[in-house]
């Protein structure tokens, strides 16, 4: 079972792919950790990507590409993967659709949680975070049991710049432009399968299972 997760950044794809990866025992494969993980390990691989990291560029698509497929083709993933966070654009989506051909492999699902904009604003703007313990809060959602104050540790909780309204407007525009037309690039090869995401996190991730095992 090899799926990809599309959604508009805070649209709580990386929460279900931990459960889809959880559920089906396979690994929940996201690039930041493959970065981290072969820089950590002194890899070739990963100190190709540290130079680039090193500099503040995008690392390259044909060298993140090969970092996935090097992750893929590792033992855990013999009975599938999640792919969280990659591909991201229309190249790197084909690059990875041309290196699973080499192996005979394809793609089972592309799975789009579908969250409208405004939503995702709301959502997001609302978050609260505690930069002493790190713990996290939702104005609405997990409010601090006294206002502004964590719970954990008792320091100020902050919306941080990552979800200043502002901020995740540039983040959504860049999506829109950058990683939505991926949706029409899995439609056109028939694995698209979308869910909604303003429903509850039980209810998306059921509609998840059910496409999967139907």
């Not at 990683?179 to 399968?193: H, R």
Request: glycine fraction near 8%; hydrophobic fraction near 35%; charged fraction near 25%.
């Amino acid at each position: 079972m090899k799926i990809i997760m599309l959604g508009a950044p805070g649209a709580g794809k990386g929460t279900q792919a931990k459960q889809i990866a959880d559920k089906y025992t396979i690994p929940h494969i996201s690039t930041g950790d493959i970065f981290r993980a072969n820089i950590k390990n002194g890899t070739e691989l990963g100190r190709k990507a540290k130079q680039y990291m090193d500099q503040g560029l995008l690392v390259p698509d044909e060298l993140t590409c090969d970092l996935v497929m090097d992750r893929i083709g590792q033992a855990d993933c013999a009975n599938g993967f999640v792919l969280d966070g990659f591909p991201r654009t229309i190249p790197q989506a084909e690059a990875l659709t041309n290196a699973l051909e080499k192996i005979g492999q394809t793609m089972d699902y592309a799975i789009d949680v579908d969250v409208p904009d405004a939503n995702i604003v709301e959502r997001m703007s609302g978050r609260r975070a505690c930069l002493n313990c790190g713990a996290t809060y939702h104005i609405v959602s997990i409010p601090t049991k006294v206002e502004g104050i964590c719970d954990r540790c008792g320091s100020e909780v902050v919306l941080r710049e990552d979800d200043a309204p502002e901020t995740v407007q540039k983040r959504l525009a860049v999506y829109h432009e950058q990683t939505q037309p991926l949706i029409d690039y899995y439609q056109k090869q028939g694995i698209l399968k979308s869910v909604d995401g303003t429903q509850p996190m039980e209810k998306v991730f059921a509609d998840i299972v059910a496409i999967l095992e139907a």
